[in-house]
Protein backbone atom coordinates (compact mmCIF):
# COMPACT_ATOMS: atom_id res chain seq x y z
CA UNK A 1 0.00 0.00 0.00
CA UNK A 2 2.50 2.68 1.13
CA UNK A 3 4.41 1.46 -2.38
CA UNK A 4 1.66 2.46 -4.62
CA UNK A 5 1.50 5.43 -2.61
CA UNK A 6 4.43 6.27 -3.38
CA UNK A 7 4.01 5.41 -7.16
CA UNK A 8 1.29 7.42 -7.35
CA UNK A 9 2.84 10.17 -5.58
CA UNK A 10 5.55 10.39 -8.03
CA UNK A 11 3.21 9.72 -11.41
CA UNK A 12 1.60 13.07 -10.07
CA UNK A 13 4.68 14.89 -9.93
CA UNK A 14 5.68 13.91 -13.14
CA UNK A 15 2.26 14.61 -15.01
CA UNK A 16 2.85 17.92 -13.30
CA UNK A 17 6.32 18.58 -14.50
CA UNK A 18 5.44 17.13 -18.12
CA UNK A 19 2.22 19.86 -18.40
CA UNK A 20 4.51 22.62 -17.08
CA UNK A 21 7.50 21.61 -19.54
CA UNK A 22 4.13 21.30 -22.17
CA UNK A 23 3.14 25.01 -21.37
CA UNK A 24 6.72 25.84 -22.05
CA UNK A 25 6.65 24.79 -25.61
CA UNK A 26 3.31 25.98 -26.17
CA UNK A 27 4.53 29.57 -25.18
CA UNK A 28 7.37 29.30 -26.74
CA UNK A 29 5.85 28.77 -29.95
CA UNK A 30 2.97 31.66 -29.37
CA UNK A 31 5.95 34.40 -28.62
CA UNK A 32 7.91 33.11 -31.55
CA UNK A 33 4.32 33.29 -33.50
CA UNK A 34 3.46 37.04 -32.73
CA UNK A 35 6.69 38.40 -31.57
CA UNK A 36 9.14 39.58 -34.19
CA UNK A 37 12.63 41.64 -33.36
CA UNK A 38 13.74 44.56 -35.54
CA UNK A 39 17.21 44.17 -36.44
CA UNK A 40 17.65 48.30 -36.66
CA UNK A 41 16.82 48.73 -33.37
CA UNK A 42 18.46 45.81 -31.17
CA UNK A 43 21.37 47.16 -32.96
CA UNK A 44 20.77 50.60 -31.90
CA UNK A 45 20.79 49.35 -28.54
CA UNK A 46 23.87 47.91 -28.72
CA UNK A 47 25.44 50.90 -30.45
CA UNK A 48 27.17 53.93 -28.36
CA UNK A 49 28.94 53.65 -24.85
CA UNK A 50 31.82 51.24 -23.85
CA UNK A 51 32.27 47.71 -26.21
CA UNK A 52 31.85 45.95 -21.99
CA UNK A 53 28.78 47.75 -21.77
CA UNK A 54 27.41 46.60 -25.21
CA UNK A 55 28.99 42.97 -24.71
CA UNK A 56 27.64 42.27 -21.24
CA UNK A 57 23.78 43.91 -22.43
CA UNK A 58 24.12 41.19 -25.53
CA UNK A 59 24.82 38.37 -23.79
CA UNK A 60 22.04 38.78 -21.06
CA UNK A 61 19.46 40.45 -23.61
CA UNK A 62 20.51 37.18 -25.90
CA UNK A 63 20.03 34.30 -23.22
CA UNK A 64 16.59 35.83 -22.05
CA UNK A 65 14.70 36.43 -25.25
CA UNK A 66 16.10 33.74 -27.28
CA UNK A 67 15.17 31.39 -24.20
CA UNK A 68 11.66 32.71 -24.96
CA UNK A 69 12.01 33.25 -28.88
CA UNK A 70 14.21 30.85 -30.14
CA UNK A 71 14.27 32.06 -34.09
CA UNK A 72 15.37 35.19 -32.43
CA UNK A 73 19.05 34.02 -32.17
CA UNK A 74 19.21 34.60 -35.72
CA UNK A 75 18.76 38.24 -35.52
CA UNK A 76 20.84 38.30 -32.25
CA UNK A 77 23.75 36.59 -34.42
CA UNK A 78 23.32 39.06 -36.86
CA UNK A 79 23.34 42.01 -34.97
CA UNK A 80 26.30 40.65 -33.09
CA UNK A 81 28.66 40.04 -36.54
CA UNK A 82 28.02 43.46 -37.90
CA UNK A 83 28.48 45.60 -34.23
CA UNK A 84 31.73 43.59 -32.71
CA UNK A 85 32.76 41.83 -35.75
CA UNK A 86 33.39 37.52 -36.33
CA UNK A 87 35.79 37.30 -33.74
CA UNK A 88 34.50 39.40 -30.96
CA UNK A 89 30.93 38.14 -31.73
CA UNK A 90 32.02 34.56 -31.70
CA UNK A 91 32.70 34.67 -28.13
CA UNK A 92 29.85 36.56 -26.68
CA UNK A 93 27.26 34.25 -28.91
CA UNK A 94 29.50 31.35 -26.93
CA UNK A 95 29.26 32.76 -24.11
CA UNK A 96 25.61 32.93 -24.64
CA UNK A 97 24.72 29.69 -25.39
CA UNK A 98 26.76 28.05 -23.12
CA UNK A 99 24.35 29.62 -20.53
CA UNK A 100 21.50 28.74 -22.51
CA UNK A 101 22.85 24.79 -22.73
CA UNK A 102 23.37 24.71 -19.27
CA UNK A 103 19.38 26.25 -18.83
CA UNK A 104 17.77 24.00 -21.33
CA UNK A 105 19.65 21.19 -20.04
CA UNK A 106 18.51 21.64 -16.31
CA UNK A 107 14.64 22.11 -17.35
CA UNK A 108 14.58 19.32 -19.54
CA UNK A 109 16.33 17.31 -16.98
CA UNK A 110 13.90 18.29 -13.91
CA UNK A 111 10.69 18.90 -15.85
CA UNK A 112 10.89 16.14 -18.35
CA UNK A 113 13.24 13.20 -17.60
CA UNK A 114 10.49 11.95 -14.79
CA UNK A 115 7.51 12.43 -17.52
CA UNK A 116 9.48 10.20 -19.86
CA UNK A 117 10.60 7.60 -17.02
CA UNK A 118 6.78 7.37 -15.80
CA UNK A 119 4.64 7.18 -18.94
CA UNK A 120 7.03 6.03 -21.91
CA UNK A 121 9.05 3.23 -19.77
CA UNK A 122 10.01 1.17 -22.81
CA UNK A 123 10.76 4.20 -25.23
CA UNK A 124 12.71 5.39 -22.64
CA UNK A 125 14.93 2.38 -21.59
CA UNK A 126 15.18 2.29 -25.58
CA UNK A 127 16.34 5.40 -25.52
CA UNK A 128 18.74 5.56 -22.58
CA UNK A 129 20.53 1.99 -23.88
CA UNK A 130 21.33 4.26 -27.58
CA UNK A 131 22.43 7.04 -25.59
CA UNK A 132 24.96 4.64 -23.33
CA UNK A 133 26.28 2.98 -25.89
CA UNK A 134 26.79 6.23 -28.06
CA UNK A 135 30.54 8.07 -27.19
CA UNK A 136 31.41 11.13 -26.11
CA UNK A 137 32.79 11.95 -29.80
CA UNK A 138 29.84 11.42 -31.76
CA UNK A 139 27.67 13.82 -29.46
CA UNK A 140 30.83 15.95 -30.02
CA UNK A 141 30.32 16.17 -33.25
CA UNK A 142 26.23 16.50 -33.33
CA UNK A 143 27.15 19.89 -31.33
CA UNK A 144 29.89 20.91 -33.56
CA UNK A 145 28.47 20.15 -37.06
CA UNK A 146 25.62 22.56 -38.05
CA UNK A 147 22.94 19.89 -38.46
CA UNK A 148 21.02 19.67 -35.01
CA UNK A 149 20.32 22.83 -33.71
CA UNK A 150 21.41 23.71 -30.45
CA UNK A 151 18.01 23.84 -28.13
CA UNK A 152 17.01 20.23 -29.48
CA UNK A 153 20.41 19.06 -28.61
CA UNK A 154 20.02 21.05 -25.22
CA UNK A 155 16.93 19.58 -24.46
CA UNK A 156 17.00 16.14 -25.97
CA UNK A 157 20.16 15.23 -23.75
CA UNK A 158 18.24 15.96 -20.60
CA UNK A 159 16.37 13.58 -21.18
CA UNK A 160 19.22 10.93 -20.83
CA UNK A 161 21.43 10.41 -18.07
CA UNK A 162 24.21 12.11 -19.68
CA UNK A 163 26.12 14.86 -16.33
CA UNK A 164 25.21 18.70 -16.91
CA UNK A 165 29.23 18.72 -16.08
CA UNK A 166 29.78 16.31 -18.98
CA UNK A 167 27.20 17.72 -21.42
CA UNK A 168 28.66 21.26 -20.54
CA UNK A 169 32.96 20.24 -21.48
CA UNK A 170 31.31 18.63 -24.95
CA UNK A 171 29.25 22.30 -25.21
CA UNK A 172 32.49 24.26 -24.42
CA UNK A 173 34.84 22.34 -26.65
CA UNK A 174 32.63 21.46 -29.94
CA UNK A 175 30.74 24.86 -30.45
CA UNK A 176 33.06 27.42 -31.08
CA UNK A 177 34.28 26.08 -34.53
CA UNK A 178 30.39 25.95 -35.41
CA UNK A 179 29.69 29.08 -34.10
CA UNK A 180 32.90 31.06 -35.77
CA UNK A 181 31.55 29.39 -39.00
CA UNK A 182 28.50 31.30 -38.79
CA UNK A 183 29.71 34.41 -37.46
CA UNK A 184 32.74 34.93 -40.00
CA UNK A 185 29.94 34.11 -42.86
CA UNK A 186 27.55 36.85 -41.36
CA UNK A 187 30.02 39.31 -40.76
CA UNK A 188 31.51 39.18 -44.43
CA UNK A 189 28.16 39.31 -45.67
CA UNK A 190 27.07 42.53 -43.58
CA UNK A 191 23.42 43.61 -43.93
CA UNK A 192 22.89 41.75 -47.54
CA UNK A 193 22.83 38.47 -45.34
CA UNK A 194 19.05 39.09 -44.63
CA UNK A 195 18.20 41.68 -47.71
CA UNK A 196 19.41 39.09 -50.08
CA UNK A 197 20.26 35.55 -49.05
CA UNK A 198 21.04 34.86 -52.72
CA UNK A 199 24.22 36.63 -52.16
CA UNK A 200 25.62 33.99 -49.51
CA UNK A 201 26.49 32.00 -53.07
CA UNK A 202 28.68 35.05 -54.56
CA UNK A 203 30.12 35.26 -50.79
CA UNK A 204 31.50 31.48 -50.97
CA UNK A 205 32.37 31.76 -54.49
CA UNK A 206 34.82 34.66 -54.35
CA UNK A 207 36.12 33.76 -50.53
CA UNK A 208 38.35 30.39 -50.60
CA UNK A 209 38.11 29.74 -46.29
CA UNK A 210 34.90 30.20 -46.31
CA UNK A 211 34.01 28.03 -49.18
CA UNK A 212 36.34 25.32 -48.03
CA UNK A 213 35.23 25.72 -44.53
CA UNK A 214 31.18 25.01 -45.64
CA UNK A 215 31.96 21.59 -48.12
CA UNK A 216 34.02 20.32 -44.79
CA UNK A 217 30.88 20.71 -42.57
CA UNK A 218 28.97 19.74 -45.52
CA UNK A 219 30.31 16.44 -45.95
CA UNK A 220 30.40 15.86 -42.27
CA UNK A 221 26.45 16.44 -42.16
CA UNK A 222 25.86 14.10 -44.51
CA UNK A 223 28.26 11.31 -42.64
CA UNK A 224 26.11 12.40 -39.24
CA UNK A 225 22.58 12.34 -41.49
CA UNK A 226 23.72 8.36 -42.18
CA UNK A 227 25.13 8.07 -38.73
CA UNK A 228 22.07 9.23 -36.88
CA UNK A 229 19.84 7.07 -39.41
CA UNK A 230 21.54 3.50 -38.56
CA UNK A 231 21.25 4.78 -34.71
CA UNK A 232 17.63 5.25 -34.61
Known amino acids: MEYANFAKKNISEAVIRGTIIVIFFLLVIILGRYFKIDPDNLRKMF ?33 AAIIFGFFLSTILVFLAETINAAILFTLSRY ?31 LRAVPLVPFRVLDLSLGLTRIRLSQYLMIV ?11 QYILAGLGEAAFKNPWLLVNYLMDNRLAFIWSFIYLVLAVILTFRIKNKI
Not at 49 to 62: N, P
Not at 172 to 182: D, E, K, N, Q, Y
Open 172 to 182: VLASPARIFWV
Open 111 to 141: LGKGFVDSFLRSSSRNLQNKISHTNVWFIFM
Open 47 to 79: MGGSVLRAAIIYIFMYVVVTFFIWLSKDIFRFV
